[in-house]
């Protein structure tokens, strides 16, 4: 029997692990040492088929530890050094969703046999309980750990980035108030703590973050000069502090009714200093809790439901703080304010975002064409 040549490689029965071995020698490391490289089947070509896929994933220069490395261990690595730039807030709800949505099931799976059938199967079951959105922002997670793997030579390509990904469940619909709906909310809701907030978010259309975040600094309620009384919409709630884009930052003038309900914010704010004596933290913000400290979101949703209680006809539980913005760009597209105007107020980049966040509650009128057609056979009607 011919003896095999150095570098051609074996195969050999392992009796402890019941499976056949076949190894090849691919070279020497920097001190000398013989590279082997193994693969390991319970018949004699399964463990040829493992040994040439090992070789493979050697000359396409991928990491000795690929072979087993599984898509849990991609997404933690991902979630542990790739988020750097971001948020706590925004890491934590990556987490939530790794860990809710992707590690149990599909975390096990090793990486480089993962498939885009699995994949697409995956998100299919996901799409029976998420919305469209968030079954996007799953997939997005999914996606960026397979592409940090990639970057690390952990795995020869991206399955998930080819995936199809299909419709979600129907999110909540949006929905705004009417007019009506709104002088209620403005007149029956006076006795309410959260009314002066309320009044501010319905009319000049800010965002709750920034609401929150609102400073008396940046209030001014007397006119100076041809400069009415106005809120400079400069900061938020953010991790940084900034709103939400550059656009974001504006400078509102202020309707009567609203300059009114800050003063009266002032002086509530006055008497409930007093009240709270020494537990009072002066933060400088324009809305706060009864001991002066920022309102977080579950604050404004809390006393937001109560203060709509108050309103006969309205399904208090049914409504988020989010839809008085909602409602301002309504009532401001069915008095004929041209959404190249709304777009500015409500401190979007341009009409394309506007158009799409609020497409239900915009209805604009286009006149252009009844303009010109009055212009031009404005006599027809008279010779009638």
Same mark, same amino acid.
């Given at each position: 029997?011919?003896?095999? =040549?150095?570098?051609?490689?074996?195969?050999?029965?392992?009796?402890?692990?019941?499976?056949?071995?076949?190894?090849?020698?691919?070279? %020497?490391?920097?001190?000398?040492?013989?590279? !082997?490289?193994?693969?390991?089947?319970?018949?004699?070509?399964?463990?040829?088929?493992?040994?040439?896929?090992?070789? +493979?994933? %050697?000359?396409? $220069?991928?990491?000795?530890?690929? =072979?087993? &490395?599984?898509?849990?261990?991609?997404?933690?690595?991902?979630?542990? &050094?790739?988020?750097?730039?971001?948020? =706590?807030?925004?890491?934590?709800? &990556?987490?939530?969703?790794?860990?809710?949505?992707?590690?149990?099931?599909?975390?096990?799976?090793?990486?480089?046999?993962?498939?885009?059938?699995?994949?697409?199967?995956?998100?299919?079951?996901?799409?029976?309980?998420?919305?469209?959105?968030?079954?996007?922002?799953?997939?997005?997670?999914?996606?960026?750990?397979?592409?940090?793997?990639?970057?690390?030579?952990?795995?020869?390509?991206? *399955?998930?980035?080819?995936?199809?990904?299909?419709?979600?469940?129907?999110?909540?619909? @949006?929905?705004?108030?009417?007019?009506?709906?709104?002088? /209620?909310?403005?007149?029956?809701?006076?006795?309410?703590?959260?009314?002066? %907030?309320?009044?501010?978010?319905?009319?000049?259309? /800010?965002?709750?973050?920034?609401?929150? =975040?609102?400073?008396?600094?940046? !209030?001014?309620?007397?006119?100076?000069?041809?400069?009415?009384?106005?809120?400079?919409?400069?900061? @938020? *709630?953010?991790?940084? $502090?900034?709103?939400?884009?550059?656009?974001?930052?504006?400078?509102?003038?202020?309707?009567?009714?609203?300059?009114?309900?800050?003063?009266?914010?002032?002086?509530?704010?006055?008497?409930?200093?007093?009240?709270?004596?020494?537990?009072?933290?002066?933060?400088?913000?324009?809305?706060?809790?009864?001991?002066?400290?920022?309102?977080?979101?579950?604050?404004?949703?809390?006393?937001?439901?109560?203060?709509?209680?108050?309103?006969?006809?309205?399904?208090?539980?049914?409504?988020?703080?989010?839809?008085?913005?909602?409602?301002?760009?309504? *009532?401001?597209?069915? /008095?004929?304010?041209?959404?190249?105007?709304?777009?500015?107020?409500?401190?979007?980049?341009?009409?394309?975002?506007?158009?799409?966040? &609020?497409?239900?509650?915009? +209805?604009?009128?286009?006149?252009?064409?009844?303009?010109?057609?009055?212009?031009?056979?404005?006599?027809?009607? @008279?010779?009638?």
């Amino acid at each position: 029997m011919t003896r095999r =040549a150095r570098g051609e490689g074996g195969l050999r029965w392992d009796e402890g692990r019941q499976r056949w071995i076949a190894t090849k020698d691919i070279g %020497y490391d920097g001190r000398g040492k013989r590279i !082997v490289r193994k693969g390991t089947g319970r018949t004699q070509a399964e463990a040829k088929k493992r040994l040439k896929e090992v070789l +493979r994933d %050697y000359d396409a $220069g991928l990491a000795v530890e690929a =072979a087993k &490395y599984t898509v849990k261990q991609a997404v933690e690595d991902w979630l542990t &050094y790739g988020l750097g730039k971001q948020s =706590a807030a925004t890491v934590q709800k &990556y987490r939530i969703i790794c860990r809710v949505h992707i590690i149990p099931l599909l975390g096990a799976r090793k990486l480089r046999d993962l498939t885009t059938r699995e994949v697409e199967a995956w998100l299919l079951g996901r799409s029976k309980v998420l919305s469209t959105e968030f079954l996007h922002r799953t997939h997005g997670c999914l996606n960026r750990a397979i592409r940090r793997a990639m970057a690390q030579d952990l795995v020869r390509r991206n *399955v998930v980035d080819v995936a199809e990904i299909p419709r979600g469940r129907g999110g909540r619909p @949006s929905k705004s108030l009417t007019p009506a709906q709104v002088d /209620a909310v403005l007149t029956l809701t006076a006795t309410d703590r959260l009314h002066n %907030y309320l009044v501010l978010s319905l009319l000049t259309g /800010a965002r709750t973050e920034e609401l929150r =975040a609102l400073r008396w600094e940046h !209030v001014h309620l007397d006119q100076i000069g041809s400069v009415p009384a106005h809120i400079e919409v400069w900061r @938020s *709630v953010r991790e940084d $502090g900034d709103t939400k884009t550059r656009k974001s930052r504006r400078t509102l003038a202020l309707p009567t009714r609203c300059v009114d309900a800050l003063r009266k914010q002032r002086a509530l704010q006055a008497a409930e200093r007093l009240e709270a004596g020494e537990r009072w933290r002066d933060t400088g913000l324009v809305f706060t809790t009864r001991f002066g400290t920022g309102m977080d979101a579950a604050n404004v949703r809390r006393d937001f439901r109560r203060a709509l209680a108050l309103v006969p006809g309205l399904q208090a539980k049914e409504w988020t703080p989010r839809e008085l913005r909602h409602s301002f760009v309504s *009532v401001l597209s069915d /008095a004929g304010i041209p959404v190249e105007e709304i777009s500015q107020l409500v401190g979007h980049r341009g009409t394309t975002v506007t158009e799409l966040v &609020y497409r239900h509650q915009l +209805r604009p009128v286009i006149q252009t064409g009844a303009t010109v057609m009055d212009r031009l056979f404005e006599r027809g009607s @008279s010779d009638a």
